[in-house]
């Protein structure tokens, strides 16, 4: 078993997309329409589903924006230098609402940023992301 795409809600399909793929980097893998239910699917990621895990973004028509539910926490996002990723982030004209450094009472570099809907994105340094997060 493994894990194949984590979904999120949005409130406006094109501004996510471009968040995800011009901002973060990822691929449009596939996108559909289903008109029965109204509702539009993109998927997104750095490679393949059938290679690693990938996240769906769901537009329901006529809904632009979602509560953000108290259980909700982020997806992580491992990256080289975390530094030069969060300042393309703020240069592309998103929100880094944590800065780069230590995670507390540990040594692992992470940052955080905000998609256009308000879901947190944590980046954390590859070379932190292997020792395991708290360390």
Same mark, same amino acid.
């Not at 996108?31 to 998927?43: C, G, I, M, Q």
């Not at 030069?84 to 880094?96: Q, R, T």
């Not at 570099?109 to 395991?132: L, Q, T």
């Given at each position: 078993?493994?894990?194949?795409?984590?979904?999120?809600?949005?409130?406006?399909?094109?501004?996510?997309?471009?968040?995800?793929?011009?901002?973060?980097?990822?691929?449009?893998?596939?996108?559909?329409?289903?008109?029965?239910?109204?509702?539009?699917?993109?998927?997104?990621?750095?490679?393949? &589903? *059938?290679?690693? =895990? !990938?996240? $769906?973004?769901?537009?329901?028509? /006529?809904?632009?924006?979602?509560?953000?539910? #108290?259980?909700?926490?982020?997806?992580?996002?491992?990256? &080289? *230098?975390?530094? =030069? !990723?969060? $300042?393309?982030?703020?240069?592309? /004209?998103?929100?880094?609402?944590?800065?780069? #450094?230590?995670?507390?009472?540990?040594?692992?570099?992470?940052?955080?940023?905000?998609?256009?809907?308000?879901?947190?994105?944590?980046?954390?340094?590859?070379?932190?992301?292997?020792?395991?997060?708290?360390?």
């Amino acid at each position: 078993m493994r894990i194949l795409h984590t979904m999120l809600r949005v409130g406006d399909l094109d501004r996510s997309i471009k968040f995800y793929c011009d901002i973060l980097g990822m691929r449009l893998l596939r996108t559909s329409e289903n008109p029965e239910y109204k509702y539009s699917l993109a998927f997104v990621g750095y490679e393949d &589903e *059938d290679k690693t =895990a !990938v996240i $769906e973004l769901t537009y329901n028509w /006529g809904v632009s924006e979602y509560e953000m539910g #108290g259980a909700y926490g982020h997806i992580a996002i491992g990256v &080289e *230098d975390i530094y =030069a !990723v969060c $300042e393309s982030v703020k240069a592309a /004209g998103a929100k880094v609402t944590r800065e780069p #450094g230590p995670v507390k009472g540990g040594t692992t570099v992470i940052a955080f940023v905000e998609d256009p809907d308000g879901y947190k994105i944590e980046f954390i340094e590859n070379k932190s992301a292997k020792a395991a997060l708290g360390n």
